[in-house]
């Protein structure tokens, strides 16, 4: 069975440091891959997505970028986190070519202080 | 382009009374539609999803849904409202094409009083 791993769950850093979180997926090959933030009382907002390795997505132009280094490998990257980086942040896979549902990590907790 | 409208962002019922939670969307083609849930701090779980089968879909924990072509909607309900079943509901769509992102809506917040 396919599961998605997310990591870590929680996480607090200063303003002006750098962000990487990660996601990986087992049980499946050549996924579409997905990075959502969530806001406080807000509804998801897409970042990124991936149909494939090296290409990336981007919905909504920020301080944040994304890399699909291997085929179940999905990293959201910042070079230096801002404040309102601060938010909950899911990522999601489907399969590859298919209208088909998306199956969400735990998420991530990021609070830039 | 393809989207889904939830009616009410905050919905609150008893303890043992029945929840619904409205949906309605926008798809010039038939769409797939899902209903996701999300306890606080955690990910998102599908309930159900509806892929052009049969028009009333049920979904896990007791919550059904009925697509209804004529009134483009695709409501969610149960028959008796558990405290467990706090959390948010997000409704979605997928536009067309075999690689585009989920559509959410904004989400309805349902609370559940003892």
């Known amino acids: 069975s396919q599961t998605i791993h997310q990591w870590p769950a929680t996480l607090v850093q200063p303003v002006g440091s750098p962000l990487s979180l990660e996601c990986t997926v087992e049980?499946?090959?050549?996924?579409?891959l997905y990075w959502y933030r969530q806001a406080a009382g807000r509804g998801l907002q897409l970042l990124f997505y991936?149909?494939?390795?090296?290409?990336i997505s981007s919905e909504v132009p920020q301080n944040l970028s994304a890399s699909r280094p291997q085929d179940r490998q999905f990293i959201l990257s910042s070079k230096k986190l801002l404040l309102s980086d601060s938010g909950f942040y899911l990522c999601?896979?489907?399969?590859?070519?298919?209208?088909?549902?998306?199956?969400f990590g735990q998420g991530t907790r990021l609070t830039v202080v | 382009a393809q989207s889904v409208t939830q009616l009410d962002s905050h919905v609150s019922v008893s303890e043992g009374t029945p929840v619904l939670l409205r949906c309605n969307y926008s798809?010039?083609?038939?769409?797939?539609l899902f209903w996701y849930v999300q306890h606080p701090n955690k990910g998102l779980q599908l309930l159900l999803k509806y892929t052009s089968a049969a028009t009333l879909v049920k979904g896990i924990n007791g919550f059904e849904a009925e697509f209804k072509k004529s009134e483009t909607s695709f409501h969610l309900t149960k028959p008796s409202a558990h405290m467990s079943d706090a959390a948010e509901y997000f409704c979605?769509?997928?536009?067309?094409?075999?690689?585009?992102?989920?559509?959410f809506g904004k989400g309805t917040r349902l609370s559940v009083i003892a």
């Open positions: 991936s149909v494939g390795i090296g290409q």
């Open positions: 798809s010039s083609y038939s769409p797939s």
């Open positions: 979605v769509v997928i536009p067309a094409g075999g690689n585009t992102p989920l559509v």
């Open positions: 049980g499946t090959s050549n996924p579409n």
């Open positions: 999601a896979w489907s399969e590859g070519g298919m209208r088909t549902e998306a199956f």
